[in-house]
């Protein structure tokens, strides 16, 4: 999960049908559906230090590095999030709400004894991220009903065990255009191209020129204002995990816990943030696609502590 900060000049609102494909989708630009209030967390649930004031702690100024206990308990806290977003996939389809899947993600959480990370993060309304179309992070869930050809990014972050399990999986509903097809195809090669080159020793900076060069190839453009992070004991800490091209210094260690999460777009990644503070749109109305793991690296390579054991 992102939660990025971006400086946004203005807002333009209008709303229509974007006609550039055979299957026309919905462009969102516009808050115009209603948002529950959040789901109710249960006393016997360990929450979060933002719990409740919706605070967040200033991050470690150094990168964390997981001792034995904090790396087992990072192995359950994302086969939570891996589990609670497989339950939320298993629920997407045409008709479906925005907030039907957050309720599906909140109940999942609680029932395996887990807070929904994003939920009251720097006041953040629901537990979980829901993007459609060109929302390219940070959607709200709502009462807009999912409709056949739209894509949806969910991004699901649980905390268990005193850690942070994070991931996010972008989905088609029903029948989607080729061009979605493709992107949705990209951004997840992009994703496990970048997961393949990390290793003790290997640069940070290799990620974003790794996916760069991958997007470009199949011809999207990276969104260049959303990063990857540590993630642990802080929901979002050093490193920062850019997924363009860069020279920025750093280098994997072994007991490093992070996430890659590109978002690839179809057309300009430049991007703007709608009214509620939290909607990242797309300002050309082109659809985003985003896939995260949190990784651990070990002293021999990798492990992707959210990959899919169903696969």
Known sequence: MVFCGVIIIAVTLFYGRNSSSSNSYEVITELKHR????????PHITCPPYADTGIVPEPPEAIEIKTDEQIAAMRTACRTARKVLNI???????????????????QAAISFGAYPSPLNYKGF?????????????HGVPDSRPLQNGDIVSVDVSVYIGGVHGDLCETYAVGSVDPQAQKLLESCRMCLDAAVNICSPGTRFSWIGNTISFMAKKDGFRVCPYLAGHGVGSVFHGPPEILHTVNFNPGKMEAGMTFTIEPVLCEGSPTIKILEDGWTVITEDGKRTAQFEHTLLITDTGVEVLTADTED
């Open 88 to 106: 939320a996939r298993d629920n997407i389809k045409a008709g479906v709400t925005t907030e039907d899947i957050d309720k599906v993600v909140h």
């Open 35 to 42: 948002v529950s209030p959040p789901g109710y967390v249960p």
């Open 125 to 137: 309304p629901k537990s979980v991220c829901t993007s459609v179309n060109n929302v390219a992070v």
